[in-house]
C-alpha cells in the first residue's frame, strides 16, 4: 500500500503564483517506510512535508495520499484524512503558558469530545501517558513546567512526545535535531524510528545533519532548488553526490549550530503561537 504517490507535482509559494517551490516531483512511498529528507537551505524540505501533511495545495501534478486525491474531497472528508497524518514543524506552536502535560496531551483531542478537551485542561485527562511519552526523550520531569520555561530543544521533543501520542499512519517531522546535543539527536531518531515501526507508520524526516540521515535512514530524498537531486537506498549515496547537492551552501551561522546542551548558549525569548 502506498501512502503517497506524487507525479509531476508542482507546488508555488503562497501569495507568489508566479514562484514555484517544487517543481515537476515524482515520488511513490510506501507504507511502513522511512526516508530522510536532505538538501541545502532553499530547496523545498519543508515545502514538501507541508504539502505531504496538506498543508498546502499544490499548483499541479497529481497527488495522492493513502490512495486518494485529497483536494478531490469534501470538506469534511480531508479534515478527516489529515487526522491520518502528524506535521511536527520545526518551531512547534505550542501555547507559551501551557503546562507541557497539556501541549502533549493535545494529539488526543481528535478523539475526545468537547467536554472532555475542556475539562482536560484543568484536571489533564492521562498525564501518565504524557509522562511515558515524555520520559521517551529524556524529559519526563517537566510534565507540569510551562512551555515558556522550556528551551528551544526541549520545546521541539515536547512536540515530539504529542506525536507519540497521535495515531497517525504518516509521521512528517522537519529538523527534529537543530537544537540538540550529539546524544539527544541519536535518541529523537532511534525514538522516531521505533515508534514507526511499532505501528507500521511511514517516517518522513528532513534533517541538515547528512551522516545521521545516513546513518538511521534506510532511503535518502535529496532535494536542491525545489527538485529532486537524487532518490536512492543509503548504500548508494556517495560523498561525491553529497558534495553536489550543497555546493555553494553558505556555513550555518554559530550560534544557529549551537546544541541545547552548550552551558555558553544565551537563548533570545520565543514566543510561540497558535
Known amino acids: 500500500m502506498l501512502t503517497y504517490q506524487l507525479q509531476e507535482l508542482t507546488v508555488r509559494h503562497p501569495g507568489a503564483a508566479q514562484q514555484a517551490a517544487l517543481h515537476s516531483l515524482n515520488l511513490s512511498i510506501k507504507q511502513g517506510e522511512q526516508i530522510a529528507l536532505i538538501g541545502p537551505s532553499g530547496a523545498g524540505k519543508t515545502t514538501l512535508l507541508a504539502t505531504l501533511a496538506l498543508a498546502q495545495q499544490p499548483a499541479s501534478g497529481r497527488f495522492e495520499a493513502f490512495g486518494v ?112 546535543d550529539p546524544a539527544l539527536s541519536t535518541l529523537t531518531l532511534n525514538t522516531l524510528r521505533e515508534e514507526a515501526r511499532q505501528r507500521n507508520a511511514t517516517l518522513i524526516c528532513s534533517l541538515h545533519q547528512v551522516e545521521l540521515a545516513l546513518a538511521h535512514f534506510p532511503r535518502i530524498v535529496a532535494l536542491r532548488d525545489g527538485r529532486i537531486a537524487f532518490d536512492l537506498p543509503r548504500e548508494q549515496v556517495t560523498p561525491a553526490m553529497i558534495a553536489a547537492l550543497y555546493q555553494g551552501e553558505t556555513t550555518q551561522s554559530p550560534e544557529a549550530a549551537l546544541p541545547e546542551s552548550d552551558p555558553m548558549l544565551v537563548r533570545p525569548g520565543v514566543g510561540a503561537c497558535l
Open 69 to 180: 486525491v485529497p483536494w478531490a474531497l469534501a470538506h469534511g472528508a480531508r479534515h478527516r484524512l489529515r487526522a491520518r497524518l502528524f506535521l511536527a514543524p520545526q518551531t512547534p506552536p505550542l501555547p507559551p503558558r501551557q503546562r507541557v502535560v497539556t501541549a502533549v496531551l493535545a494529539a488526543r483531542l481528535p478523539h475526545w469530545s468537547l467536554w472532555r478537551s475542556l475539562t482536560s485542561l484543568f484536571k489533564p485527562a492521562d498525564p501518565e501517558a504524557a509522562w511515558q511519552a515524555l520520559s521517551r526523550f529524556n524529559l519526563g520531569d517537566k510534565l507540569y513546567a510551562r512551555v515558556d520555561r522550556l528551551s528551544g530543544g526541549e520545546r521541539q521533543r515536547c512536540a515530539l512526545a504529542r506525536l507519540l501520542l497521535s495515531t497517525a499512519e504518516a509521521l512528517l517531522v522537519d529538523e527534529p535535531l537543530s537544537a540538540l
